[in-house]
């Protein structure tokens, strides 16, 4: 329902007009307030890059912080990531990921950024607090904050917007006539719009996410399978990650999607997918692990960009005035 009122231009409904126009006008008021100072907003000591979208949904966010770590890894940096922890409860708040930080703790995502780049990972509801104890306990020299393109309550320098290149903007109007957080002329005010698949317009970034051998959730080993498989996603787009075991040539038996963050219930999987092998994401593997089925396998993905974006991305960050440590 939500698809088709949202990403067909046919399905808008008019009722939801009045609401639109109340959600675009608390927007502006709240983006104006942080501008013109009267609510507060956190400045930190090391430069910050917000990795974002201005839809609802997923939109390859995560892939890109990781392609983002790595890139600064290999330039010298010392990158640390901070997320809201969406889906999780942490014991408090900051909270420093370590190796046994379960997805109930600190949401899926910062679990498998963590797990996938080896970085200093903080969640909190307050990202400013999260800042503060990377860069206070872990010396990190430069932040990138997964999500909170919309989180006005810290400062940022550099802006980077993630677009689904087949879904896009959908039918272009705001929540809950449509699927924007802002209006599209937010694009106008970030360093980059990463158009991720589909077809990058002359003023986007092209991304590209390049599929990994499956790995088994149990061991981590990796193997190639051969004939049917059951296929299970649980992130903002499932259709994405189905789509893209067919073009690699996979049978799927059942392609089952389940809602983004969801918690999974373990007999519910077992039963469901005890009979073939089953693939499913990265994302829901961090999930999954502790009641994995010996025959389930995830795929992970790595994000693919231009080299001349990333030199100028790294250019841009060395142009930010930071001290002589950066």
């Given at each position: 329902?939500?698809?088709?009122l949202?990403?067909?231009?046919s399905?808008?409904?008019w009722?939801?007009?009045p609401?639109?126009a109340?959600?675009?006008?608390?927007?502006?008021?709240r983006?104006l307030?942080?501008?013109?100072g009267l609510?507060?907003?956190?400045?930190a000591?090391v430069?910050v890059?917000?990795?974002?979208?201005?839809?609802?949904?997923?939109?390859?966010?995560?892939?890109?912080?990781?392609?983002?770590?790595?890139?600064?890894?290999?330039a010298?940096?010392?990158?640390?990531?901070?997320?809201?922890?969406?889906g999780g409860k942490?014991?408090?708040?900051?909270?420093?990921?370590?190796p046994e930080?379960?997805?109930?703790e600190?949401?899926d995502e910062p679990?498998l950024i963590?797990?996938r780049?080896?970085?200093p990972?903080?969640?909190?509801?307050?990202?400013a607090?999260?800042?503060q104890?990377?860069v206070e306990?872990?010396?990190v020299?430069?932040?990138?904050?997964?999500?909170?393109?919309q989180?006005?309550?810290?400062q940022r320098?550099i802006?980077?917007v993630?677009?689904?290149g087949?879904?896009?903007?959908?039918?272009?109007?705001?929540?809950p006539?449509g699927?924007?957080?802002?209006?599209a002329?937010r694009l106008?005010?970030?360093?980059?719009?990463?158009c991720?698949?589909?077809?990058?317009?002359?003023?986007?970034v092209?991304?590209?996410?390049?599929p990994?051998?499956l790995?088994?959730?149990?061991?981590?080993?990796?193997?190639?399978?051969s004939?049917?498989?059951?296929?299970?996603?649980?992130?903002g787009?499932?259709?994405?990650f189905?789509n893209?075991l067919l073009?690699?040539g996979?049978?799927?038996?059942q392609q089952v999607a389940?809602?983004d963050?969801?918690v999974?219930?373990?007999?519910?999987?077992?039963?469901?997918?005890?009979?073939?092998?089953l693939?499913m994401?990265?994302?829901?593997?961090?999930k999954?692990?502790s009641f994995?089925?010996?025959n389930?396998?995830y795929?992970?993905v790595?994000?693919k960009?231009p080299e001349?974006?990333?030199?100028?991305?790294?250019?841009?960050l060395?142009?930010?005035?930071?001290?002589t440590?950066l």
């Amino acid at each position: 329902m939500i698809d088709k009122l949202w990403y067909k231009r046919s399905g808008i409904n008019w009722l939801l007009a009045p609401f639109a126009a109340l959600f675009a006008l608390l927007t502006f008021l709240r983006r104006l307030a942080y501008q013109k100072g009267l609510l507060s907003s956190y400045r930190a000591s090391v430069p910050v890059i917000v990795v974002g979208n201005i839809t609802v949904g997923g939109n390859g966010k995560t892939p890109m912080v990781l392609w983002l770590v790595e890139l600064l890894t290999q330039a010298g940096y010392k990158p640390g990531v901070v997320s809201r922890g969406y889906g999780g409860k942490a014991p408090h708040y900051p909270y420093l990921l370590h190796p046994e930080t379960t997805t109930a703790e600190a949401g899926d995502e910062p679990v498998l950024i963590y797990q996938r780049s080896g970085c200093p990972v903080a969640v909190a509801p307050k990202r400013a607090l999260a800042v503060q104890l990377l860069v206070e306990q872990c010396h990190v020299n430069v932040i990138v904050c997964d999500d909170g393109l919309q989180h006005y309550a810290l400062q940022r320098d550099i802006e980077l917007v993630v677009m689904d290149g087949e879904r896009r903007l959908g039918n272009g109007w705001l929540m809950p006539m449509g699927p924007l957080r802002e209006s599209a002329s937010r694009l106008q005010q970030v360093m980059a719009v990463i158009c991720n698949g589909g077809q990058a317009r002359p003023d986007e970034v092209q991304m590209s996410l390049e599929p990994s051998p499956l790995c088994n959730v149990k061991t981590h080993h990796t193997a190639l399978i051969s004939g049917a498989v059951d296929a299970m996603a649980g992130i903002g787009y499932p259709p994405r990650f189905f789509n893209s075991l067919l073009l690699q040539g996979y049978a799927l038996n059942q392609q089952v999607a389940y809602a983004d963050h969801q918690v999974f219930d373990a007999t519910e999987l077992q039963k469901r997918f005890s009979q073939r092998p089953l693939i499913m994401t990265e994302k829901d593997a961090v999930k999954c692990r502790s009641f994995a089925l010996d025959n389930w396998w995830y795929q992970p993905v790595t994000a693919k960009l231009p080299e001349k974006f990333a030199n100028r991305l790294l250019a841009q960050l060395k142009e930010l005035k930071y001290g002589t440590g950066l």
